[in-house]
């Protein structure tokens, strides 16, 4: 599923309320999903396209859930992909919701230990994101869905939530490796890391650059969706005083042009999984995206990490719980910060010795994630759909699948013959008045 990310400074939505955060979110996804389903290649496939599919694979439960419908027009099996970790509506679609007490959304800063706190936010968070998508975001991608998918039979198709319960298998670009141990059904396959493999050569130029470094080198990335230029202008000014201070060589993608000190390598781009699989790479700074995250636990690399939005806050306090580096703050940070942080971790070497940990627990399994997504994506196919691998609980309601019906009838009951009780307490037992007189 193609994505048109609109230009969102997606930096200033830290420290939002969680109605306020949840909402920003649903409203971007309905602005891009419609800036997609707009374009005029996209309404000609949708309306005159007749090619048969054994499968439709679609990013369904991440802004696209009105692409669920695809699987209605060529007669095909659902298999869904959800970029991030464990999202509670989603997992519920899912027939796979968790306890809140258990395991936090993504998009919380919370690890895997939670307190009383911790569990009271966790648990308000769901309840907020359960009552928006229900009542507001689900009903504004239906809108959407009928407003653009309009295709030979496309009247005869089911409601949206029918059809996206209906999605034989998703799987969940999460490891946990770095992430969260989560129990999961058997339609919900982990398939963290498809994008990684082994680095390759790097350019002759840049392998010399970082080879001939006598400390090492440093890796400076805050991915594709932070922009230097929307960072606080203070941010920028910490990284370019503390590099100044810091003996390793520094390679900094960035999108703003800055004088930097002369131990500073500056590009827009650079091959950044072959840097992070380079010997000499000692450190990686990075904003904790989902796949940052990941190719540094593979590629064995310590790292200090600063997020700014979304699964970013999540990712590094996992990351920092693993040994893995340290974090810091945006909205505390120095040079004096940054330093520090960058010299306990090269000088302890016991994150370097967690970093090779986990790539070794993440090198070890039977199949790479893109085996494991190419096996299940032929047994979907294979077995028509694989519906029966749904569990029971996929066709509950919430009502239903929390017992809140059940528990209000027992409750109802138990109110009532304690209150018969009561009533035939006072008929046999009646309280005498005493007269005036007595």
């Given at each position: 599923m193609p994505h048109l990310f609109i230009p969102t400074n997606t930096v200033k939505w830290r420290n939002q309320s969680h109605p306020t955060l949840i909402g920003l979110f649903q409203s971007l996804c309905l602005k891009e999903i419609e800036t997609v389903l707009k374009q005029p290649e996209v309404q000609t496939f949708v309306q005159r396209d007749q090619s048969q599919f054994d499968a439709i694979i679609i990013e369904g439960t991440f802004c696209s859930e009105s692409f669920v419908t695809l699987g209605h027009k060529y007669d095909a099996p659902v298999i869904n992909f959800q970029p991030l970790g464990y999202w509670a509506t989603n997992y519920f679609l899912y027939g796979n919701l968790q306890s809140p007490a258990s395991i936090a959304d993504f998009r919380l800063p919370i690890g895997t230990e939670m307190n009383f706190w911790h569990r009271l936010d966790s648990m308000w968070f769901t309840v907020t994101e359960f009552f928006l998508t229900y009542t507001s975001y689900y009903p504004k991608q239906e809108i959407l869905m009928d407003k653009y998918f309009k295709y030979r039979g496309s009247n005869t198709r089911p409601s949206m939530m029918e059809m996206l319960r209906n999605i034989s298998m998703t799987f969940v670009e999460h490891d946990i490796a770095i992430g969260v141990p989560q129990p999961l059904s058997p339609n919900v396959v982990f398939t963290g890391g498809m994008h990684i493999k082994p680095a390759k050569p790097?350019?002759?130029?840049?392998?010399?650059?970082?080879?001939?470094?006598?400390?090492?080198?440093?890796?400076?990335?805050?991915?594709?969706?932070?922009?230097?230029?929307?960072?606080?202008?203070?941010?920028?000014?910490?990284?370019?005083?503390?590099?100044?201070?810091?003996?390793?060589?520094?390679?900094?993608?960035?999108?703003?042009?800055?004088?930097?000190?002369?131990?500073?390598?500056?590009?827009?781009?650079?091959?950044?999984?072959?840097?992070?699989?380079?010997?000499?790479?000692?450190?990686?700074?990075?904003?904790?995206?989902?796949?940052?995250?990941?190719?540094?636990?593979?590629?064995?690399?310590?790292?200090?990490?600063?997020?700014?939005?979304?699964?970013?806050?999540?990712?590094?306090?996992?990351?920092?719980?693993?040994?893995?580096?340290?974090?810091?703050?945006?909205?505390?940070?120095?040079?004096?910060?940054?330093?520090?942080?960058?010299?306990?971790?090269?000088?302890?070497?016991?994150?370097?010795?967690?970093?090779?940990?986990?790539?070794?627990?993440?090198?070890?399994?039977?199949?790479?994630?893109?085996?494991?997504?190419?096996?299940?994506?032929?047994?979907?196919?294979?077995?028509?759909?694989?519906?029966?691998?749904?569990?029971?609980?996929?066709?509950?309601?919430?009502?239903?699948?929390?017992?809140?019906?059940?528990?209000?009838?027992?409750?109802?009951?138990?109110?009532?013959?304690?209150?018969?009780?009561?009533?035939?307490?006072?008929?046999?037992?009646?309280?005498?008045?005493?007269?005036?007189?007595?």
């Amino acid at each position: 599923m193609p994505h048109l990310f609109i230009p969102t400074n997606t930096v200033k939505w830290r420290n939002q309320s969680h109605p306020t955060l949840i909402g920003l979110f649903q409203s971007l996804c309905l602005k891009e999903i419609e800036t997609v389903l707009k374009q005029p290649e996209v309404q000609t496939f949708v309306q005159r396209d007749q090619s048969q599919f054994d499968a439709i694979i679609i990013e369904g439960t991440f802004c696209s859930e009105s692409f669920v419908t695809l699987g209605h027009k060529y007669d095909a099996p659902v298999i869904n992909f959800q970029p991030l970790g464990y999202w509670a509506t989603n997992y519920f679609l899912y027939g796979n919701l968790q306890s809140p007490a258990s395991i936090a959304d993504f998009r919380l800063p919370i690890g895997t230990e939670m307190n009383f706190w911790h569990r009271l936010d966790s648990m308000w968070f769901t309840v907020t994101e359960f009552f928006l998508t229900y009542t507001s975001y689900y009903p504004k991608q239906e809108i959407l869905m009928d407003k653009y998918f309009k295709y030979r039979g496309s009247n005869t198709r089911p409601s949206m939530m029918e059809m996206l319960r209906n999605i034989s298998m998703t799987f969940v670009e999460h490891d946990i490796a770095i992430g969260v141990p989560q129990p999961l059904s058997p339609n919900v396959v982990f398939t963290g890391g498809m994008h990684i493999k082994p680095a390759k050569p790097l350019p002759s130029d840049l392998d010399k650059y970082i080879s001939e470094a006598p400390h090492g080198v440093i890796f400076f990335s805050f991915g594709t969706n932070i922009k230097f230029a929307n960072v606080p202008p203070y941010v920028l000014k910490a990284f370019l005083d503390a590099f100044g201070k810091i003996k390793q060589k520094i390679i900094w993608k960035t999108d703003v042009d800055v004088e930097v000190p002369p131990n500073v390598l500056v590009k827009k781009w650079f091959p950044q999984r072959d840097i992070l699989g380079h010997k000499n790479c000692r450190l990686f700074i990075t904003h904790g995206g989902v796949h940052s995250a990941m190719e540094a636990g593979y590629h064995g690399v310590p790292v200090v990490m600063m997020p700014g939005f979304s699964d970013q806050f999540q990712n590094v306090l996992l990351m920092e719980e693993k040994g893995l580096g340290k974090v810091i703050g945006m909205d505390s940070v120095n040079a004096d910060v940054i330093v520090k942080a960058v010299e306990e971790v090269l000088g302890d070497e016991t994150y370097a010795a967690n970093a090779k940990r986990i790539s070794s627990i993440m090198r070890s399994s039977p199949m790479s994630s893109l085996e494991k997504g190419v096996y299940w994506t032929e047994y979907v196919i294979r077995h028509n759909g694989a519906h029966f691998l749904k569990p029971a609980s996929i066709r509950l309601s919430l009502v239903e699948f929390l017992c809140l019906d059940i528990l209000l009838v027992v409750g109802s009951v138990i109110v009532t013959i304690l209150f018969l009780l009561v009533k035939s307490v006072k008929l046999c037992c009646p309280t005498r008045r005493k007269d005036k007189t007595e």
